[in-house]
């Protein structure tokens, strides 16, 4: 069974900074697909960032210089790290694998960009 897990969610300041986490199970993560995708209230879902199964990654042109994805397959993890957040950044924030079983979604972790 495939489990994606997200955590690292908040309520931070503008200017501020948050890390997601993603563990991973339930499929071979290192031969896998990892996004970070986002949803604002009203608005479609969008993909953040991506990191392909051997580093290469692509971002949204609205958080590139500000947001790095990584990840740790020793750990089954993936992280977004967030810096300069602004308040348009806020938005639940869904991790997505795509690996050889099909596709699968977490249930998403709240990030809320406010002074």
């Known amino acids: 069974q495939v489990q994606l897990v997200e955590s690292g969610g908040g309520l931070v300041q503008p200017g501020g900074s948050l890390r997601l986490s993603c563990a991973a199970s339930?499929?071979?993560?290192?031969?896998?697909?990892m996004g970070w995708y986002r949803q604002a209230p009203g608005k479609q879902r969008d993909l953040v960032a991506a990191?392909?199964?051997?580093?290469?990654?692509n971002y949204a042109d609205s958080v590139k210089g500000r947001f790095t994805i990584s990840r740790d397959n020793a750990k089954n993890t993936v992280y977004l790290q967030m810096n300069s957040l602004k308040p348009e950044d806020t938005a639940v924030y869904y991790c997505?694998?795509?690996?050889?079983?099909?596709?699968?979604w977490g249930q998403g972790t709240q990030v809320t960009v406010s002074s």
């Open positions: 997505n694998a795509r690996h050889m079983k099909g596709r699968d």
């Open positions: 339930g499929f071979i993560f290192s031969a896998a697909v």
């Open positions: 990191i392909s199964s051997g580093g290469s990654t």
